[in-house]
């Protein structure tokens, strides 16, 4: 159609080019003149036309943009979705008096990742390593040949927050009790409960219940765990400040048989127990000779000393349900903050526990190897070699067995290797 136009407008310009100067006697000078305007017109509309033709043909339909189709955005899923974990190499040296000194080298390994599907929800899974499916240690010793070794599952929960400041939690989860300088004479670091909680934190105050369940069948017989804490968290001045409370935590074990079996042997972990017939080792014949009913006051200041981050606390126990032996004490420091490449810290800590102050199922695993009835110091001290690892050097100082009438010294050293990702 173009081609055609252009033809026509050719032939019509050369036309009147060759006919012209026989018009000239019977025309004007006006219309000549008029003539020459309008041909160079149509050269300058044929040479528009030709410079038009050689541009890429368009329609409306092109000219429209489509929008692509929708595609997930990374960005998004990393906001809702994360995986972290962390793996330990320790070498551990263990001199018990009356016993031979016991040298090992041991791993740690976690992986968890959790999802956040909506502002006010959170659901989380992890695995990590263990022997025994022991519920306060996440260590495996190396050896047995290159063995393969356990994993079970670390974590597996939900927290759902209700009103501002106040969550529900529910499956098998972190502990959120407050522990002051992160001691674990009530709970080791490793106990992660199973059952339900609630947590509020407020400007100052601040609230943790706590349901879980130690025997959660009742065809071989429940125990439940249960209690709570409430205390404030205050500033005083710019660069201290206190953190204090209390806590109640009853735990009806009382002719229960929950404890961690170990290679079929009793381990009550320093509590008091009986069997029967006396004198039985066989873990289905022995229980729990009493209650606990766990009273627990605690206290922590922080504050910065010539420009180190340092914390002092405290922590008191004790058992109402039991008539002697029933309580435990914890004081020490932190110097410093062990948190990149860098980073340093310095803790010191003595305790006091006496046997049936706490549940020793789950109190604190390496001091005085595990369990109740015991004293002593704890020396730790870490450098952060990059932003992700960093060395430790952990040194126990203890007694155990003074309440059984069996008092003996107890030395352990820990070297950690640590890498976080």
Request: charged share 20%.
């Amino acid at each position: 159609m173009r081609r055609l136009a252009y033809t026509l407008a050719f032939g019509l310009s050369t036309g009147l080019t060759l006919t012209a100067p026989v018009a000239l006697g019977a025309v004007t000078d006006e219309q000549v003149q008029k003539l020459i305007e309008r041909i160079e017109a149509q050269d300058q509309r044929i040479a528009e036309l030709e410079k038009a033709a050689q541009k890429p043909s368009t329609s409306v339909a092109a000219a429209v943009p489509v929008a692509a189709p929708a595609k997930p955005s990374a960005a998004a899923w990393a906001d809702t979705v994360a995986i972290q974990g962390d793996f330990r190499y320790r070498y551990e040296n263990i001199d018990e008096e009356a016993k031979d000194e016991r040298n090992r080298s041991r791993i740690r390994a976690r992986a968890g990742i959790t999802a956040k599907p909506q502002a006010d929800l959170e659901v989380g899974f992890g695995l990590a390593t263990g022997e025994n499916g022991d519920p306060v240690s996440t260590n495996q010793t190396l050896g047995g040949g290159g063995t393969r070794k356990g994993v079970f599952v670390d974590l597996a929960y939900f927290k759902k927050g209700i009103v501002p400041g106040l969550s529900l939690t529910g499956g098998k989860f972190k502990n959120f009790l407050y522990r002051p300088g992160k001691n674990s004479m009530l709970w080791d670091n490793d106990w992660n409960p199973e059952g339900l909680g609630l947590t509020f934190q407020g400007e100052t105050f601040f609230a943790n219940v706590l349901g879980s369940w130690l025997d959660g069948d009742s065809d071989g017989g429940s125990t439940f765990a249960a209690g709570g804490q409430a205390g404030f968290s205050v500033p005083v001045g710019d660069a201290v400040r206190i953190t204090a409370g209390v806590g109640y935590y009853d735990i009806g074990v009382q002719g229960d048989s929950i404890s961690f079996v170990l290679n079929d042997k009793v381990k009550y972990f320093g509590n008091s127990f009986v069997c029967d017939p006396l004198g039985s080792t066989v873990p289905a014949d022995c229980a729990y000779a009493i209650d606990y009913a766990e009273l627990e006051g605690f206290a922590e200041v922080g504050f910065s000393l010539f420009g180190v981050p340092t914390s002092v606390f405290v922590d008191y126990v004790q058992n109402q349900d039991a008539d002697e032996n029933d309580t435990g004490y914890a004081a020490g420091f932190t110097l410093g903050q062990l948190k990149g490449k860098g980073t340093w810290d310095v803790f010191y800590a003595y305790q006091d526990l006496e046997a049936d102050a706490v549940v020793g199922l789950v109190t604190d695993s390496d001091f005085g190897g595990g369990g109740t009835d015991t004293k002593g110091h704890v020396f730790r001290g870490g450098y952060g070699f990059g932003e992700k690892w960093n060395l430790a050097l952990t040194y126990y100082l203890n007694q155990i067995g003074a309440d059984a009438g069996n008092e003996r010294d107890y030395d352990r050293v820990q070297l950690d290797a640590n890498f976080k990702y």
